[in-house]
């Protein structure tokens, strides 16, 4: 029984670019977090009652555990609640970063048909394969893309007026 071949090594580029991607989404999950926190209890309203209260802290609570695809659909519902003009277009941009998201995440990499290029072994729940070679450039677009995004979710957050920490905040170096 032969043993599976090892995978092939990224380029320091493309697995610097992935890093980065990566790094990105998290903020991007963190922001929607925190948006979705704010989205919900403004729509609370200053008279809300204790159980209700309580109902919407533990929904809170359930939000950590959420994963990307989750907290999209969820933001999407807090946006329609709370009567956001370009929602569509922003949850659709948050839909593509998903999918990119798992491409990025999940793939097996091997080196592509042009130097410097990697292809994405990845197939997803629908058996679709990623036809494209990436370069670490492509790579750095979405994760420029993510980010813009992600500003656009926290812009959001803060035009509720209610900000809240950001997790981990406190304990940032100081100077």
């Not at 090594?9 to 670019?17: N, V």
């Not at 709370?82 to 080196?111: Q, T």
Request: hydrophobic share 40%; aromatic share 6%; net charge negative.
């Amino acid at each position: 029984m032969s043993l599976p071949r090892a995978p092939d090594r990224l380029s320091d580029d493309m697995a610097s670019a992935i890093g980065h991607a990566v790094a990105a989404f998290g903020f991007l999950e963190e922001a929607l977090k925190r948006a979705l926190f704010s989205l919900t209890r403004q729509g609370l309203g200053e008279d809300a009652s204790d159980a209700e209260l309580e109902k919407w802290l533990r929904r809170i609570d359930e939000i950590a555990d959420d994963s990307l695809g989750t907290l999209i659909d969820s933001f999407g519902a807090a946006l329609l609640q709370a009567g956001v003009h370009d929602r569509d277009e922003l949850i659709e941009a948050l839909g593509g970063i998903r999918l990119k998201r798992n491409l990025l995440c999940h793939a097996s990499w091997r080196p592509g048909r042009k130097e410097g290029y990697w292809h994405p072994t990845f197939i997803n729940t629908r058996g679709e394969r990623y036809p494209d070679d990436m370069s670490p450039q492509d790579v750095r677009d979405i994760h420029a893309h993510a980010l813009r995004i992600a500003r656009r979710v926290v812009s959001i957050m803060r035009a509720t007026g209610i900000d809240g920490e950001w997790a981990g905040h406190d304990d940032a170096p100081q100077g």
